[in-house]
């Protein structure tokens, strides 16, 4: 007769991994709200009703992520469309090109949440 004990992160850790967890979530929230802000500075803007939509899903668990939406019948055609001639240097891709661009920014915002203190 054998005997199994498996080992997991909550069965060591207990506490410190909810708070790694509820740290992530908010890592990635307020790395979302970032590229928000870098997104608004480059979104198409012609009386400002798409950048007004844009809006941030927190993060409810680390795996599931946040999120940054903009919510106008146009707006996944203006964003997949980076031909398209836009004013003032603004542009289509607006929401990819800020998170590759800045991805390590962005994920230093991440790492700084999860800092143990």
Not at 41 to 70: C, F, K, R
Request: proline content about 5%; hydrophobic content about 40%.
């Amino acid at each position: 007769m054998g005997i199994r004990l498996e080992v997991t992160a909550e069965s060591l850790f207990g506490q410190f991994a909810d708070d790694l967890d509820a740290k992530l979530t908010e890592g990635e929230t307020l790395a979302a709200h970032r590229l928000m802000a870098l997104s608004t500075a480059v979104a198409p803007l012609d009386v400002g009703t798409l950048i007004g939509t844009a809006a941030v899903e927190p993060a409810q668990t680390p795996e599931e992520g946040a999120a940054v939406t903009y919510d106008t019948p146009y707006a996944a055609r203006l964003h997949e469309h980076p031909e398209y001639n836009f004013q003032n240097g603004r542009q289509g891709k607006y929401l990819e090109s800020p998170a590759v661009e800045n991805k390590d920014e962005l994920g230093q915002i991440i790492l700084r949440a999860v800092q143990i203190e």
